[in-house]
């Protein structure tokens, strides 16, 4: 069974960074489209970013957060700097076995983490 495994949020000041990790066990990594998607509450979740050949971003995060992915150790990351209040939300990593549809749908992800809390203070 496929497990996603997130970890590196926590709490941190505006103009601050934060890098997070997922970790995928089971599955075939290099072969999976990997995702990072957020959700603030009372509000769905959005893509953020994702990578396999190229990299994706929303534009919200586009020239301060970096996604990247080391197949050797099944792990993808977020790098995210320049944090405001409204990155405030819930991180999730996915990943998509297909190489058809939207990177950015949600609907077309197979596989989920259980999410890190991301807090950013003013």
């Known amino acids: 069974q496929v497990q996603l495994v997130e970890s590196g949020g926590g709490l941190v000041q505006v103009g601050g960074s934060l890098r997070l990790s997922c970790v995928v066990s089971?599955?075939?990594?290099?072969?999976?489209?990997m995702a990072w998607f957020r959700q603030a509450p009372g509000k769905e979740r959005d893509f953020v970013a994702a990578?396999?050949?190229?990299?994706f971003y929303a534009d919200s995060v586009q020239g301060r957060f970096t996604i990247s992915r080391d197949n050797a150790k099944n792990t993808v990351y977020l790098q995210m700097n320049s944090l405001t209040p409204e990155d405030t939300a819930v991180y999730y990593c996915?990943?998509?076995?297909?190489?058809?549809?939207?990177?950015?749908?949600?609907?077309?992800?197979?596989?989920w983490g259980q999410g890190t809390q991301v807090t950013v203070s003013s």
């Open positions: 996915a990943a998509k076995e297909s190489y058809t549809g939207s990177w950015r749908a949600r609907s077309d992800y197979n596989y």
């Open positions: 089971a599955g075939t990594f290099n072969r999976y489209i």
């Open positions: 990578t396999f050949a190229s990299t």
